[in-house]
């Protein structure tokens, strides 16, 4: 119901009204402290973000996905759907975003995904939220800082489950820092699932035109590396898009806080990972992915050194497993590892590092090995692929 | 009604086409001279703008919109609202925009924005329009740039007022220019309030989860300061921004023009006033705005100096008034003063300046006080702030 | 219809999964090369893209269109649309990308745009796709790049031609290299029109505020020169764009392949020619199209140098010719060459080259002239002008 109302004229006031200093000053900090994650508790994070179609498309765009199913509505609609569904990618890429305010505002660095899953497709104009629950904070000594393990989950406006993962954080102690972090959310519920079940349209008849020749579900064998040509230089956009998708992490894009940390984070804003991994799964996509119904899951994964802008992205895939689906999808799982690079193409990487290449950078060290410093990012990711049409 | 129409294949023309030069050489200019602001005139500016759903949430979001009124169309729903609103500030810096080529395209500066106020909501998908009326032209004697006040109103699709606000102007005289300025419109009808009401919803019970805990109308008191802690350092995004809000003004985007400039403008392309508010709004909206129902005014707005692209914008915000409004609104009126920085965060700002830091930059010859060449920005702001739930 | 899957739980493979090295190493790669060229051959171009409307103003607003018939829904419903319809410069460069994939992903330079025309409006939210037939594979003796010509067509969801245009590439040889290219599409139908008729609505009237004065179909006569007074410096938001706009050509967005180059598009990522063209057409908008209600077609549009971040465009327009319309479009037809230039304006390129600056620079040579290193396109265009109202 509108209403009109009468504020009356508003008039200067600054020159006479109180200022109180020192008194009056506050500097609101956001993000939690090592001893401000207390294990199961539940953090409802603020805002929620409806996703309109065009934000979508320039997600889908920008990051450069060649499947069809988040460019083109008539063929989502020939796979099932109302519309073009959002990018998982995206919807991880916010979720994550959104709870960042609460869970990682102060942390010192993301240390990994696990158990990514989407058991329902999100669509053009749907409206995200994000709970967190504190799974294990792990103490690793006086003055060090932590390791915190929490579940995420995203909620649409009916309040359906289309997002669940778990994380690791690096989070610094409070210590002496007279600063207050965010209180706590009250009890909330937190509906995630030990196993959510997937809910997907059954294709129908696909348009031929709409994919390439060579990345259907028979064009995959375990072992194959598939080396992707493209690299994308990443420019200061990724400032923008780091609000875009609701991260309010100065990390990425306040360059003064940047240049005033030190070690591996400090110098240019660091880009935010889920944009990364995004670019990286987009660059593939011509070569793995422009197939896929649906992204089954991503785990065991890791940004293994920071991209800036001026950094030129490269990705390579290999082929880990393949397995039938159910017959009436007419399509198969087939399990990727993705891996990135900065700076150096994926043919130039293999020549130098050889099989090294994938094994994961954490394992380097019991392993004996070096770590790599061109690779940014490694993950695991199963996805549906097509069958070819007979 | 569609038709068919045959116009025949076109040929190459332009080895036999006519070329009279000089004679036929136009060089059209747009923007007015000094001379060319009459007391009364009324100006409607050209092609007005239809805001789809997907640009304004691109704008809250790069702007760093923290209310979720502007980005999560379930809570503007609770709030009464058919969806999302456009943001206020979306609406000011769109609707100045579509009056620059009448009124400032040849101007040396914006001088500054009194009694801004916003009486009914813009949706995405509206389409607005601008007129702007002279107030008064102020000569400052010969040869000198005059001072030019105008009142702009923007009206939507229904020719109803949704923005009005009074603007100052520094503007050249033509001199001995040859150049031709933009004729006059017709004699127009300038529908603007003396002092127009609001027309808002009543919200209704609005979700707990959606903002934080210390940002409701009971949490601020006059004399307050509060420093927002995050950054944002603007990059060359803003070139194309500029014309995304539908301004014409080369001093945003023609890095040629920039510099060949002289004094403060020249150089680096300057940032588009309306987006340098916009940004330190959406800093300050975390801890100020983040529960307002809506932007009761703005007045006494500058632009002290210059932002351009790699500049780090900071916020702060001192709480000026606090009053009661209707009791079914469930909100109240807070007044901030708004201050905006480059390359200075508001704590080494506060420690740099002190109580000097709240002075209108305009006042601070006749105090004996130097301006902060960090300073980019000032005003006043009424917001109406939801109390917090009981 | 949608059902639920269970697919299980993801569990880590990477470390005992296969990898077969060398054997297994793909690497696809796009694009075709000489030999791959077909008199006759269609190639049926992947995936398509929806074009939300969103995106549509972004391109309108971010090239700096200044008709409001893309920017304005109440002014486009005055014309007899239904809504504002996609800039046809949008379209054409959405259709050509979509093709970059089989045409010329490996090609040298686009070398001429050549009988491009418009035969419907397109929406917000079609679906665009395209197809490409080789017209004729023009060798240039052994090893040396021959010369393509190809027809390309834009479909709508309904298959209703929307785009036709003719194009020149200039394409490598396969020689010794190894690389295989995509696979030719099966046989496909290839509805192209020998010379379509214009689907168009009767404008009724039309509301007096939204365009200029000057800019009517009264206001052009042959031999004119038009120079439009505002630069645009190029950022690297071109980087993105190339894929907003469906361009999978790597020399758009990663240095590394671009530095890696040799010759004339060597050094920094090459603007794609079709932003190039958008923004040289809205730096021309104010001054000659801000009342078209079509673009009729283009002819000889030739890419002449190279663009990059950090150039800034101009633009001068020339009137070839001017015809009558259908009286009752209320309308009249003026044929324009546009010049695009870098880092020099309009008017200081007039003055170095006075008449030579509209000779087509590949005609240069045969007339003993040199070409001019700051033009960058030419085209001609052909427009439909309202008519001043009475």
Known sequence: MMREFDFGRMTEMAPKAPLHLPAGVRAPSYG???????????????????????????????????????????????????????????????????????????????????????????????????????????????????????????????????????????VPRRGDAATASTPLAAEAQFPDAAMPLLLLPVPGALPAYATGRETFFEDFAPGQVILHANGRTVTDEHFAWTYRVGNTHPLHFDRMYSAARSGAMSGEPIVYGGLVFSWLAGLASRDTSENALWDLGYTEGYHTQPTAAGDTLYALSRVLDVAPAEDDLHAGIVTFQLIGLKNLNGAAALDRYGADLFLKENDKKKLGKDKAPEKVFEIERRLLLRRRPS
Chains 1, 2, 3 share one sequence.
């Open 32 to 170: 939690r402290y090592l001893e401000d994650f207390t294990d199961g508790a539940v953090f409802v994070h603020p805002r929620g973000m409806t996703l309109p179609r065009g934000l979508c498309q320039d997600f889908a765009t920008t990051f450069m996905e060649c499947n069809p199913l988040y460019l083109n509505e008539v063929y989502a609609q020939a796979c099932g759907h109302p519309t073009t569904p959002v990018s998982p990618l995206m919807v991880l890429a916010t979720v994550l975003s959104l709870g960042v305010q609460n869970d990682s505002e102060k942390a010192i660095a993301h240390l990994g995904y696990y158990d990514v899953h989407f058991p329902r497709p999100v669509y053009p104009g749907d409206t995200l939220r994000a709970l967190t629950r504190v799974v294990r904070r792990h103490e690793r000594g006086p003055g060090e800082p932590g390791i915190v393990a929490v579940r995420t989950i995203g909620l649409n406006q009916r309040d359906e489950l289309v997002l669940q993962y778990d994380r690791k954080i690096l």
